[in-house]
């Protein structure tokens, strides 16, 4: 069975910093691509940040120098540093575990991350 437990929102000031956490267990976590995403109240989900089994990253154009995303094969975690917050950051985000080889993607719960200003 295929889990993905994300961790770590939370309500913070504009400014601030958060770091979500996302454990999986039931896959094979080194061949996956890891993602975040987030969905803002009324707004489609989006792809914030990404990261390759290799470690190659990218992110959105709104988190550029503000998110990083890692990822620790070790521990089956993918992190997302969250640093200078901003109230358009608010939303659920998502970890996504992504491979495209064999058609396989699984998402996580969802933690709720609010930014006030």
């Known amino acids: 069975q295929v889990q993905l437990v994300e961790s770590g929102g939370g309500l913070v000031q504009a400014g601030g910093s958060l770091r979500l956490s996302c454990v999986a267990s039931g896959i094979t976590f080194t061949m996956y691509t890891m993602n975040w995403y987030r969905q803002a109240p009324g707004k489609q989900r989006e792809l914030v940040a990404a990261i390759t089994s290799g470690g190659s990253t990218n992110y959105a154009d709104s988190v550029k120098d503000r998110f990083t995303i890692s990822r620790d094969d070790a521990k089956n975690t993918v992190y997302l540093q969250m640093n200078s917050l901003k109230p358009e950051d608010t939303g659920i985000y998502y970890c996504?575990?992504?491979?495209?080889?064999?058609?396989?993607?699984?998402w996580g719960q969802g933690t709720q991350v609010t930014v006030s200003s």
């Open positions: 996504n575990a992504d491979l495209r080889a064999l058609l396989l993607h699984y």
